[in-house]
């Protein structure tokens, strides 16, 4: 055996070596409306992992697809960890390409395609009355 193999056994079987992944995007985005989407932290339980590590990418294919440049992300711990993405701008495209790269020593990143709702109609029946 190696020294190398025995410094990664040693390491797995002290629990010192865990994965974070970035799971399925949660939410709807709806044209017009902004941005609010979640995204579950697999493995994240044990580990302290801050807003501050992630951000967005240029799309990893260079498709002709917008994609999100600009958005505010927090974590918060629910059952399991979850990333929320925020954009105050309205979302202007119906389809658009999102890449998130966690660093801080995790380093790794996923694409997502976001399909955006059509713009919700607000119904006739809550027009304000005219005075007369």
Known sequence: MGRTTISLLALLISGQVSAVGLGDLRGQPVLGEALRLEVTLIGADQQRIDASCFRLLPPAAGDDLPWLQKAAFAVRK????????????????????????????????????????????????TLAPTAS
Do not use: T, W
């Open 78 to 125: 629910a059952k399991d960890h979850i990333l929320e993405i925020r954009s105050d701008l309205p979302l202007r495209e119906p389809v658009m390409q999102m890449r998130i790269q966690l660093g801080c020593g995790h380093e790794i990143s996923r694409d997502y395609i976001l399909m955006a709702s059509p713009a919700r109609d607000l119904p006739r029946n």
